[in-house]
């Protein structure tokens, strides 16, 4: 049984990728549905501010430390998680998987034309992969859940084994938890850029970068616009949620 820690307030399994792997094919071979979250820093700075997200963290079926930072923050709660597994590293492993297992694959998510062009890449890289579909539809928490479900069934309807997410924390965990019914059997794993990685629209930064906790300042580099808010004025809060933690340990 994989053992279940907890980060703030979001948990977070202790599992390497050779067993996030076999996990992820238990629980396709269940045939009873499933999510799976990777948790970075700023899902757990957002877990202390969006209900929703954190209910839908609740209710995960496995949950992957996603980030340098947090594996480090796990060491010094005196949890020692085996490695990171982030949604963009798991992809490529967990697609190998489906190819020879004849698993049912849908893409769903990344900027628009992104699905496609990287369902033809994995068909090229995996040639017994089985793309059911490909979609980018415009995910707003706001509107009615009716409009979210109704994406569901049209992705469902196709009978996928394996959904890629790809709309980004929070849309994507909210989006799977408050729709898995209607998935079910599927199993739903949210990889965040993970598409576009794909796709080759966005590059993920150098080996290095990531090993030493520095990915988020490749990506902040690359798209100031759009993450200045999150890197810079959010995920600070971070180092407060730890600390609190730590001295609770320590009170304990």
């Known amino acids: 049984m994989i053992e279940r820690i907890q980060i703030g307030r979001l948990p977070i399994d202790a599992v390497d990728l050779p067993g996030t792997l076999t996990a992820i094919e238990e629980l396709v ?4 549905g499933g999510t799976v979250f990777t948790p970075n820093v700023d899902h757990i700075v957002m877990g202390e501010r969006d209900q929703r997200f954190r209910e839908a963290y609740g209710r995960v079926s496995l949950s992957l430390v996603d980030g340098t930072p947090v594996l480090w923050a796990a060491r010094l709660l005196g949890h020692a998680l085996p490695e990171k597994v982030s949604g963009s590293d798991l992809v490529l492993p967990l697609m190998e998987r489906a190819a020879a297992r004849g698993w049912r694959v849908f893409l769903l998510g990344g900027a628009p034309g992104c699905a496609e062009t990287a369902a033809a890449r994995l068909a090229e890289q995996f040639p017994g992969i089985t793309i059911v579909g490909t979609d980018a539809p415009r995910i707003d928490l706001g509107s009615p859940l009716e409009e979210r479900r109704a994406v569901a069934r049209r992705v469902a309807a196709v009978r996928p084994d394996l959904v890629l997410v790809a709309f980004g924390a929070p849309k994507q ?7 898995l019914d209607l998935f079910r059997p599927a199993v739903l794993v949210c990889v965040g850029a993970g598409i576009d990685f794909l796709a080759g629209v ?3 930064s150098p080996v290095w970068m990531s090993r030493w906790g520095l990915e988020w300042l490749y990506r902040l580099a690359h798209e100031p616009r759009r993450l200045a808010g999150r890197y810079l ?4 809060e971070f180092l407060l949620i730890l600390l609190r933690q730590v001295a609770a340990k320590r009170r304990g």
């Not at 071979?29 to 009873?32: F, K, L, T, V």
């Not at 965990?173 to 729709?179: G, L, P």
């Not at 004025?233 to 600070?236: F, G, K, V």
């Open 202 to 204: 966005v590059r993920r």
């Open 233 to 236: 004025l959010r995920d600070p």
């Open 173 to 179: 965990e909210i989006f799977c938890d408050e729709t």
């Open 29 to 32: 071979g269940a045939r009873a």
